[in-house]
């Protein structure tokens, strides 16, 4: 008996009763639409979310202040961390060789406001390279001009929405806004540029980085950003700059993070919860399974007679085995291609209505739920098929 | 050749035993034409069943052209019905959704017969049963005598040793009934061992030898030779044994 005249006697059974076969086949392809969904909804987060990081750039290094480790002592004694200050950034700037940039950003909320118009918005201090990390360009006027870290203009460049409500399509620059008690002249208007990792590049004010210091009347840096070549180790790059620090304050208080290491981190545990959710759909494909244990225990005992007359002309136990067992197996890879087509199509609607959502399947869910629902088949075919196979022919050919 | 020594076939009936076959000894040569008649319940089947190695002697030896058939294993005596034996029952049993012709090509699928190889070989024994013309259409489409054509189509395509056909003309009329039993009397004349249980006396004289069961005992033999066309004559009973 060859696998092709299996399937061909399997599906003439199946078409007998084609409204309880596609009953089966649905439950089936349910399952395996929510899997293949709830995968790609999962995946698809993932690759958001890290799509949206690298945009930061991959060879970036983030220094903060403090070690996000125990140190061991006890309270109060050390473990407070020493300011990460300007003076550190530019320790760092001149100790660190081949430095593409460097930015310390210092960060805060103020008012900013064009006489009685005023908003509340983040000011981020910073240089013009935090601008570029961020891909954030300006629309109108200039970016932050180059130059020594410690030199404080009083410049300010706005984001397209405090441009738009604080000058209401006025040209903004070479105003003057105010932020906080400090008088700043508009140098340059954002580019829109929407959400970046939940926030609104929008609606921010961007100063030089000792403007922002002085804004905030802080000596402490928010963090720093160093930029390398690509072709740098970024690890090594990293235990420099601690180093440096580490020399200048006295003990080692300051933590360095990779660009990549946030990225894979975040991109793990999105793969773990991608895993939680095809694990739950896969809980409907074992109830399509019992539904497919129940098809074939009711078609077994429908066709008890056959069962007698394929005893009867010689097929052998395992041969009837064989015929059930096929049956069971074509409804649930029926169920799961046709499952795999609806979650596809599925995806593919939210796709074009969410552009910006990259849901896509992962080739390994659609494989997993494609192999999975062909083990349901056989699974849940076993018994019915063992039942077939183990019944007496001459009680079968009777009916009994 | 068929050999039956001292074979019992019991069944336990709310806890009494029956004997649906009790002490039967039987030789029948190759190529033979026997009648099994009798009552109903008298294990006239359950002869049947055992010759055909569907069902197995509960005591006692049956040995098929030398091998005793009581050691064998299910698969063995699967293989023994697969190549050797052709079944032809009362109510037809053709598989309602599948054609003349699959249903004759059915017992080849499970023998492994190559494709190419099987069309011909139904098309030889669909030509056998004057079904050719037939071969597209499904059993509820034939009249009861051309679906027990396909069925004897069906027993002979794997070329057995034996058919067994246990009341082949119990549904039938009489006039689709005597096709019937012409066609299987055609494969007898090829060769084919046949064995035919029936309870119309008419049929039985129409056979070499008839066997009398009643009790699950054969308690008449009967040659044809004894007969000269008449009714079933009592002949001497067998000493019991």
Redo the contacts between chains.
């Keep these: 008996?060859?696998p092709g005249?299996l399937a061909a006697?399997a599906l003439?059974?199946l078409?007998?009763h084609r409204l309880r076969t596609s009953m089966s086949l649905i439950g089936v392809a349910i399952g395996v639409a929510a899997v293949v969904a709830l995968t790609a909804l999962g995946e698809g987060a993932r690759r958001y979310v890290t799509a949206q990081f690298s945009t930061l750039g991959s060879s970036l290094l983030v220094i903060l202040p403090g070690k996000n480790e125990t140190t061991g002592s006890f309270p109060g004694m050390g473990g407070v961390p020493n300011d990460l200050t300007l003076d550190d950034a530019m320790a760092l700037q001149r100790g660190i060789p081949k430095l593409d940039l460097i930015s310390p950003l210092s960060m805060g909320n103020e008012t900013v406001s064009n006489r009685e118009r005023r908003r509340q918005v983040v000011v981020l201090g910073s240089t013009r390279e935090f601008l570029e990390i961020h891909q954030l360009e300006v629309a109108t006027g200039h970016t932050l001009p180059a130059g020594e870290l410690d030199r404080g203009a009083q410049l300010v460049v706005l984001g397209a929405t405090v441009a738009d409500e604080l000058f209401e399509g006025e040209p903004a620059v070479g105003r003057a806004v105010r932020v906080g008690d400090w008088r700043m002249r508009v140098i340059g208007v954002l580019a829109r540029r929407g959400e970046q990792v939940g926030f609104d590049m929008d609606d921010l004010v961007v100063v030089p980085v000792a403007t922002g210091m002085r804004i905030f009347n802080r000596t402490s840096l928010f963090r720093v950003v160093l930029g390398v070549g690509a072709h740098h180790d970024l690890d090594a790059t990293c235990s420099r700059a601690v180093a440096i620090l580490t020399e200048r304050h006295g003990e080692e208080d300051v933590t360095c993070i990779t660009q990549e290491s946030v990225v894979s981190s975040l991109s793990s545990i999105l793969t773990v919860l991608t895993l939680a959710l095809g694990g739950i759909a896969a809980v409907s494909l074992s109830v399509a399974g019992v539904g497919i244990m129940n098809l074939m225990l009711v078609s077994v005992s429908e066709r008890t007679?056959?069962v007698?007359?394929?005893?009867?002309?010689?097929?052998?136990?395992?041969?009837v085995l064989a015929v059930f067992l096929a049956e069971a197996i074509l409804i649930a890879s029926m169920g799961g291609l046709l499952g795999l087509t609806l979650g596809w199509a599925s995806i593919r609607i939210l796709v074009l209505l969410y552009p910006v959502f990259p849901a896509s399947t992962p080739p390994w869910a659609a494989a997993a739920a494609l192999a999975v629902s062909v083990c349901l088949g056989a699974i849940f075919g076993v018994l019915p098929a063992r039942r077939a196979a183990h019944l007496d022919?001459?009680a079968a050919?009777a009916g009994r | 050749m068929i050999e039956l020594e001292g074979v019992y076939r019991t069944y336990a009936m709310g806890g009494q035993l029956l004997h649906a076959l009790n002490d039967v000894s039987e030789t029948i040569e190759a190529g033979d034409y026997v009648a099994v008649v009798g009552p109903s319940g008298s294990g006239k089947s359950t002869l049947l069943n055992v010759l055909g190695c569907l069902d197995r002697p509960s005591r006692g030896t049956y040995r098929l052209n030398g091998e005793d058939v009581g050691s064998f294993s299910d698969e063995d005596l699967s293989r023994v019905r697969r190549h050797q034996v052709g079944f032809v029952f009362q109510s037809f049993h053709l598989i309602p959704r599948l054609d003349a012709e699959e249903n004759v090509a059915f017992p080849m699928i499970f023998a492994g017969v190559p494709r190419a190889e099987r069309r011909e070989r139904v098309a030889a024994a669909l030509r056998m049963v004057g079904l050719q013309e037939r071969a597209h259409h499904r059993p509820a489409e034939l009249s009861g005598g051309e679906q027990q054509r396909v069925a004897i189509a069906r027993a002979t395509v794997m070329r057995p040793q034996m058919l067994l056909a246990d009341e082949p003309t119990g549904n039938l009329d009489s006039s689709s009934g005597r096709t019937v039993m012409e066609v299987l009397e055609g494969m007898n004349a090829a060769g084919l061992t046949l064995i035919v249980v029936t309870h119309d006396p008419a049929m039985a004289s129409r056979a070499r030898r008839a066997l009398r069961m009643e009790d699950g005992r054969i308690v008449q033999r009967t040659r044809r030779g004894e007969l000269r066309g008449g009714p079933v004559a009592a002949a001497p009973p067998e000493p019991a044994s």
């Design positions: 008996m060859t005249d006697f003439t059974a078409l007998r007679r056959e007698g007359l394929l005893k009867a002309i010689g097929a052998g136990n395992r041969q022919p001459v050919l």
